[in-house]
């Protein structure tokens, strides 16, 4: 039990631990003139080792919600006051400026290019963009979909419309999978992009969860993993660009599209973060036989 009370203290300490070795990472381990990685570095190996440990401990941790499986969306993300709404909003429309930023200069200017030393004055073709077009209007609607839910869950009324607001940030972060393996797909530089990638798909799979409460059997153990993973790594790519930008370092650049793009997952890993607060806090002190009687009457409240 104790160990169910901590995962979001875990979580958040590991994800500042992460962000901070990924930071180190892109500084330290690029060249600066070839941008070739540097074999061995110290702050990629202790990077890929928390990783590596957190997902254990993630997995240990999501066996004591196997208790709750079933429990009723409103009641797992029960007790969601102020604070929580005002992260959705200030998330949401975070999620949205990033996304409409990102799809006036994808209208505009053509998709941007991966390198920024790329980005020449070529016309770029219609269909090239449509791709980019695409990520950056499910983003806002992502956005717009954090505070309908907040706003859902505040009034304690899931109806078939609100359920429907799980499915668009799904979709935006398997689309942002896609585009980042895409674009990174044929690179030999894995660690340069893996963590992003990865983040992408805990993303997706956090959300895919998040969804299963309200369209099947709620798993509150897949949910803790995912989330609790997706949060670590998408703080420790945001964390990581931007210690590498403050530093300087001149290693490695970050185009206008990924830095919108991790404006996007910083926006979505705070929320997911509050999201596994409430949860852990909603399911700390129940047992097996107490837990559906208790979930029940907190829906008819």
Not at 31 to 60: K, Q
Not at 141 to 162: D, E, M, Y
Not at 182 to 207: H, Q, R
Not at 223 to 246: E, M, Q, R, T, W
């Amino acid at each position: 039990m104790k160990l169910k009370v901590l995962t979001p203290v875990l979580v958040g300490a590991a994800a500042l631990i992460c962000a901070v070795l990924r930071g180190l990472n892109l500084i330290s381990g690029y060249e600066a003139g070839t941008g070739l990685p540097v074999p061995g570095n110290p702050a990629e190996t202790g990077l890929i080792a928390l990783s590596a440990v957190m997902a254990v401990a993630l997995l240990l941790i999501a066996h004591t919600y196997r208790k709750n499986r079933g429990i009723q969306f409103e009641a797992a993300f029960a007790g969601s006051g102020t604070l929580f709404k005002m992260i959705s909003v200030i998330a949401g429309l975070v999620m949205m400026a990033a996304g409409a930023l990102g799809l006036y200069q994808t209208v505009a200017g053509g998709a941007p290019a991966s390198d920024p030393e790329m980005m020449l004055t070529a016309p770029v073709s219609p269909l090239a963009t449509l791709p980019m077009i695409l990520l950056w209007i499910l983003a806002i609607l992502t956005g717009g979909c954090l505070i309908g839910l907040a706003s859902a869950l505040s009034r304690k009324s899931i109806s078939a419309s609100n359920a429907m607001l799980t499915i668009f940030p799904m979709f935006w972060s398997c689309f942002d999978l896609i585009i980042t393996f895409k674009d990174n797909g044929a690179s030999p530089f894995v660690g340069l992009y893996a963590f992003e990638l990865l983040a992408a798909i805990l993303l997706t799979y956090a959300f895919y969860t998040l969804a299963g409460f309200l369209y099947s059997t709620a798993n509150p153990a897949r949910f803790a993993f995912s989330a609790g993973l997706a949060v670590i790594l998408c703080i420790a790519c945001v964390g990581g660009a931007g210690i590498s930008l403050a530093s300087g370092a001149a290693a490695v650049t970050f185009s206008p599209e990924t830095l919108l793009r991790y404006v996007c997952f910083l926006a979505s890993g705070v929320w997911m973060f509050a999201l596994l607060v409430l949860l852990t806090r909603n399911t700390a002190k129940d047992t097996p036989e107490t837990a559906p009687e208790l979930f029940e009457a907190q829906t008819e409240n």
